[in-house]
Each structure stands twice: as structure tokens, then as C-alpha cells.
């Protein structure tokens, strides 16, 4: 079994910081791409930030220059780190992780719980 721990997201002020943690656990033979997206009620889940094995990265348009995305991966854990908060980055935020579990399986997306993010103007 693959389990992903989020961890980090909480209420902040306007202009504040916060910084989301992921670790992945289990029966993980190789991880590869791993990101986060962000949901509201109503709305489709929305993809945030992605980072490759290699550390290559990819950011929707409304957080770039504010958040980064980065990776441990002797820990298995994907970082967010998120300044500069605004009202609108409002969410529950979700990591995921291309995880193989063993060498004959192919690459399958695993999520983490959620992670209440609330931004107060």
C-alpha cells in the first residue's frame, strides 16, 4: 500500500506564507512526477504546480513568482512553498505522485488526503 501524508496548510493573512508538505510512504519501488492542485467548492480541481524526478517544474499562471515546488527525494516528499497569499489561492490543496510499485507495474497517480488552505483578506 502507497500512502501520501499532507501536511502545513492552515489560515494566514493576506501577504502571508505558508509551506505544504507531502510525504509518500509504502511499498514505492520508483516515484516520478509529483505536484499539487487546488480545489473550491464547485469548481474542478485545478493544477497548481508539477515537478519532475530530474526537478524540472511547471506552474499555472496565477502563482508564478510566488509559489515554488520542490522535491526531496531520498524522502519522498514534494514542498510547497506559497508567499504572497492572496484571498483567491483559497483551497483545499492536494499532492500527488506518479508512484511504481514494483518493477513490472506501470506508473500510477496516487493523492493525498487535502489540506485546508484559507487566505483572509
Known amino acids: 500500500q502507497v500512502q501520501l501524508v499532507e501536511s502545513g496548510g492552515g489560515l494566514v493573512h493576506a501577504g502571508g506564507s505558508l509551506r505544504l508538505s507531502c510525504a509518500a510512504s509504502?511499498?514505492?519501488?520508483?516515484?516520478?512526477?509529483m505536484g499539487w492542485y487546488r480545489q473550491t467548492p464547485g469548481k474542478q480541481r485545478e493544477l497548481v504546480a508539477t515537478?519532475?524526478?530530474?526537478?524540472?517544474?511547471n506552474y499555472v499562471d496565477s502563482v508564478k513568482g510566488r509559489f515554488t515546488i520542490s522535491r526531496d527525494n531520498a524522502k519522498y516528499t514534494v514542498y510547497l512553498q506559497m508567499n504572497s497569499l492572496k484571498p483567491e489561492d483559497t483551497a483545499v490543496y492536494y499532492c500527488?505522485?506518479?508512484?511504481?510499485?514494483?518493477?513490472?507495474?506501470?506508473?500510477?497517480?496516487?493523492w493525498g488526503q487535502g489540506t485546508q488552505v484559507t487566505v483572509s483578506s
Open positions: 500527488y505522485a506518479d508512484i511504481q510499485v514494483n518493477f513490472v507495474s506501470a506508473y500510477r497517480p496516487y
Open positions: 509504502g511499498s514505492i519501488f520508483s516515484l516520478g512526477s
Open positions: 515537478i519532475t524526478r530530474g526537478g524540472i517544474t
